[in-house]
């Protein structure tokens, strides 16, 4: 089992940047995909980035130019940074990981989670 925290979640104005980062630990598949969700009440958990040890990236059309994934293989740290972050973007957000190496944003490919930080962007 795959252990996730995330951490760094806080309150930004329009425009700011934060950085997401989720410690990884336990049982870690050699290969492995990590990703980046976000959920806000009564919606469905949306993908918003995903990264292999490739690495390759893939990112929700959303997000593209704002956010950047990256994984520290060495220190089993998973980050999101994001910039330029809008009123849209504010959301629980969730790191998860799968064993593989293809990129999905979809929720139901992912087997272990986080608890979840949460990002409010705002003026």
């Known amino acids: ?30 290969s492995v995909v990590m990703g980046w969700f976000r959920q806000i009440p009564g919606k469905e958990r949306e993908g918003v980035a995903a990264i292999n040890e490739i ?6 059309d959303s997000v593209k130019g704002r956010f950047t994934i990256s994984l520290d293989n060495a220190n089993n740290i998973l980050t999101l940074q994001m910039n330029n972050l809008k009123p849209e973007d504010t959301a629980v957000y969730y790191c998860a990981a799968r064993k593989g190496t ?8 992912y087997e272990n989670w986080g608890q979840g ?6 003026s």
């Open 1 to 30: 089992q795959v252990q996730l925290v995330e951490s760094g979640g806080g309150s930004v104005q329009p425009g700011g940047s934060l950085v997401l980062s989720c410690a990884v630990s336990g049982d870690i598949p050699s």
């Open 55 to 60: 690495p390759h990236r893939l990112y929700a």
């Open 102 to 109: 293809h990129l999905y944003l979809s929720s139901n490919k």
């Open 117 to 122: 930080t949460q990002v409010t962007v705002s």
